[in-house]
């Protein structure tokens, strides 16, 4: 399969995945849907993992454990949290802050030089989530501080976890089959949801389950996690990190598609104003809209 068809499925199921998800917890606590989703997931993916399975040595078991970790259990835990709190449309574009992530922990952490150009645009793209971030407040004041923007705020831990499981897994990719990785992250970040999803299980259990919860379940199952999960590995190990990033700015055109029939969500004056900063001011740091310097970090880890 072209592995740039592959990084687009993956993104359009994923900015699919904020609202349909969020219209799930309407049903079924955040804890058991993860628990649900991945460990499913993992089981289908187990046997095919067993067939082409690859000896690690413990610098790559570590590798790929700190993938489900970051990639799985924090990037879910917080996703899912945040769509308790705030609006769907604004999970993908939150998660496109991972290239201004990664320029600013490359500033503090490898001591790098910001150049006038690229640290003004990125300056520009951080303003822009900021303004997503903190528009609840804009819009409707002090007693939305502890909701909605606790939820963006969530989001925004949620995507620092994906931007650590691309660096992490760049070149852990490259040595193993997307199948073991598939499986062996999807059930390690499934143990790590099941003492919460047991905790849950105390005021709900299956009977409790409707269309929504079913709904979610089915589509992290199949689509959100076996599916999408199996094209970005398989993409990443393909392409350059830096251009993977390019294909995370379809997320938020899918997300808005899907989330005003669902969930009547539309984008509002403050959600357009900082998306365009984001992605223009993403475009004037480096003249193309998917600046990534991971390969600055992989070579610095390289060294170290």
Do not use: C
């Amino acid at each position: 399969m072209n592995p740039i068809l592959a990084l687009i499925i993956a993104n359009v199921v994923w900015g699919a995945a904020s609202p349909i998800f969020k219209f799930a917890l309407t049903n079924i606590p955040p804890f058991t849907l993860a628990f649900i989703r991945f460990f499913l997931a993992g089981l289908i993916f187990l046997p095919l993992a067993l067939r082409h399975w690859k000896k690690l040595n413990l610098k790559e078991w570590t590798e790929m454990i700190l993938v489900g970790f970051f990639g799985i259990t924090i990037n879910v835990i917080f996703f899912f949290f945040g769509l308790k709190y705030t609006e769907s449309i604004n999970a993908p574009i939150i998660s496109s802050a991972g290239p201004i992530l990664i320029y600013f922990l490359s500033i503090i952490f490898l001591k790098e030089k910001p150049k006038l150009k690229v640290f003004t645009g990125m300056l520009a793209a951080l303003a822009g989530v900021l303004i997503i971030v903190t528009s609840p407040i804009l819009l409707d004041g002090k007693r939305f501080i502890l909701g909605q923007v606790t939820g963006n705020l969530f989001l925004l831990v949620a995507t620092f976890g994906a931007v650590l499981q691309t660096v992490i897994g760049r070149n852990l990719m490259k040595k193993i089959n997307v199948f073991q990785a598939s499986a062996v992250t999807f059930l390690f970040g499934a143990l790590t949801f099941l003492p919460f999803s047991i905790s849950e299980m105390k005021s709900w259990d299956i009977s409790f389950l409707n269309i929504n919860g079913a709904i979610g379940i089915v589509f992290g199952v199949v689509f959100s996690s076996a599916i999408a999960y199996t094209l970005f590995y398989y993409g990443l190990s393909k392409v350059k990190s830096q251009d993977a990033g390019l294909f995370t700015y379809i997320d938020p055109v899918a997300a808005v598609i899907v989330a005003y029939p669902l969930l009547h969500e539309l984008p509002n004056a403050y959600y357009l104003a900082g998306s365009f900063l984001v992605f223009a001011g993403i475009y004037f740091a480096e003249g193309r809209i998917h600046w990534h310097p991971i390969h600055k970090i992989r070579q610095s880890n390289a060294k170290s």
